[in-house]
């Protein structure tokens, strides 16, 4: 079954429900400032408030567009009302459309829905890079300086989500969010053996040990 991802800045990200609808499951979740927390797969859809709690609107919808994981998302702008000057900004600023808040669930379903037929390839990246390592999503290959590295799945999702945020803390609860296994109980010891066998996987294709343990807090992947 096919996912769509649907993101909202507003708090009601955090309440919906799935959605499943001819063969499809709409996934919900809450984006804040600094992006999404899981691995966004298949065509996304993210409304942003015009104003947020930490972030205008129209600098959130530049983020969007500049990182690589939501660049190419259908990004509607939620405007608190019918203003033409507000309208323009919001699109100069990357956004593709726009609707007026307060937003429910009905309300974001039918304009997804609206559009979702014309863009369902939209949102999905083809290749990620960071430093010497290359993922490739069509193929589902990783290669570090050319050289394949031979992942399991669970392995190959593990090191795209810490592809795409490295340099940075990511605690074992993180790690089992940002692979979307929240829904069953998983011991956060299993991360480990993921780690383990990802450590091995990346040394035995010339990428040396780029995951770093942090003592009691988790993994960061270093890039240089």
Partial sequence: M???????????GNTLEDFVHDERRFVFDRLGADGPKRLVDGPTWIFVDWVMDDLAG??????LRADERTG???????LEEDDIEDRRRALKAGADDYMIGPLDRTAVLDRVLAVQSNN????????IEAGDLVIDLAALQAR????????RPNEFRLLRYFAENPNQVLSRED?????????????????????GRLRRAIK???????????????YVFDLN
């Fill in 2 to 12: 096919d996912v769509i991802n649907i993101f909202l800045t507003d708090e009601l």
């Fill in 58 to 63: 129209l600098e959130m919808c530049r983020r």
């Fill in 72 to 78: 190419e998302a259908h990004i509607t702008m939620v």
């Fill in 120 to 127: 369902v390839d939209r949102g999905a990246t083809q290749r």
């Fill in 144 to 151: 570090w300086n050319e050289k394949p590295v031979q992942l």
């Fill in 175 to 195: 790690l089992i969010a940002g692979l979307g296994k929240g829904d069953a109980p998983i011991d956060e010891r299993t991360v480990d053996v993921w780690i």
């Fill in 204 to 218: 035995a294709a010339g990428g040396g040990n780029p995951l770093r343990t942090v003592r009691s807090m988790g």
